[in-house]
């Protein structure tokens, strides 16, 4: 009984803790060695295969100038923050049909959020990011 | 003895008869139904076009990706830090990166679509270029960007025989990055996964 009644207890602990121990908040140093998967495409101080990152956080989908996006992402009603980023990392083809990034995702939310938390520090860099 | 294979075999076939059923024979066929009255099935026939599509958008990206690759390696073979072997090296990935380009290229034609064109100039951060090993290291960035990129479109392609054979390509540009890494000094194959 009393073995029971424990078991219950850590159960149900486990069930009210998860969604607040499920994630960290974001580690950019986790984040920086996550982004190496995007690397075939993109780079944060200029346009390659993808648009390039700096100056994401703020920035309209679809928003940097002179960049050829698909007409799903240049007319998409989207702006870059931590929220919108984390839907469409998660699932760039099921947030945004039609656009041309052609890749599946990151499923664990634990990596979306330190690519984010790192790629809200790189693409803001100064270094990286001259003005 | 190594055996050269076409990843692509399946397609020659599939995607002449994906070709037909997706353009002009689509519209025709849609369009007989919408005027039987059938919209469901002219629906079903604009999703095989959308299937189509969505595949050969997926192609594009990649081969995007692989022209800038060839340019990259063309730019470090150019650039006089390498030397033998690892020169060699980098001329025969780069001849990996032009078959799996024409490849792609031929596939995007029978599926119906048009292939993207190499750019007339294409940035790298040569800058941070001084050595040997920093044009290797950034090749090996780019191959183990290369191998996520095609993890990431497998799932995604809508004709299964795409699928298999853009993890075909996979599989080549992950021996780039593990003897790029190995003539770097590094752990060739660091980890069990790639992700």
């Given at each position: ?131 | ?75 470090g073979?150019?650039?006089?830090l390498l030397q033998k072997p690892v020169l060699d090296l980098a ?41 040997q090993n920093?044009v290797l ?42 003897i790029l890494?190995?003539a ?12």
């Amino acid at each position: 009984m009393k073995h029971r009644a424990a078991t219950a207890v850590l159960v149900l602990a486990a069930l009210v803790s998860l969604p607040a121990s499920a994630i960290a908040p974001g580690d950019p140093v986790r984040g920086e060695a996550i982004y190496a998967r995007c690397q075939a495409c993109h780079a944060l101080g200029y346009d390659r295969t993808g648009p390039k990152h700096c100056g994401l956080f703020g920035r309209r989908a679809g928003g940097v100038p002179g960049f050829r996006y698909s007409p799903a992402m240049a007319q998409a009603d989207v702006v870059w923050d931590a929220n919108t980023l984390d839907r469409f990392l998660a699932n760039p083809t099921g947030m945004m049909p039609g656009t041309a990034m052609g890749y599946a995702g990151i499923a664990d939310r634990q990596e979306r959020a330190d690519l984010i938390a790192w790629l809200r520090q790189a693409s803001a860099s100064p270094i990286e990011c001259p003005p | 003895m190594i055996v050269r294979i076409n990843p692509f075999f399946a397609l020659q076939d599939l995607g002449r008869r994906r070709f037909l059923a997706g353009t002009g024979a689509t519209l025709s066929a849609a369009a007989v139904a919408l005027m039987a009255g059938r919209p469901a099935l002219a629906a079903g026939q604009g999703s095989k076009h959308d299937d189509l599509e969505t595949d050969v958008r997926i192609l594009n990206t990649a081969l995007g990706a692989e022209l800038e690759a060839i340019a990259a390696y063309a730019m470090g073979a150019g650039s006089g830090l390498l030397q033998k072997p690892v020169l060699d090296l980098a001329v025969q990935f780069q001849g990996h990166h032009k078959e799996h380009a024409a490849v792609l290229a031929k596939t995007i034609r029978k599926l119906g679509g048009t292939p993207v064109e190499a750019r007339e100039h294409y940035q790298f951060p040569t800058d941070g270029l001084k050595t040997q090993n920093d044009v290797l290291g950034f090749a090996a960035g780019l191959e183990r960007g290369a191998v996520s990129a095609y993890l990431g479109a497998v799932p995604l392609f809508r004709g299964r025989e795409l699928a298999s054979a853009a993890a075909s390509i996979l599989g080549d540009e992950a021996m780039h990055w593990a003897i790029l890494r190995q003539a770097l000094g590094q752990d060739p194959v660091p980890t069990a996964f790639m992700s």
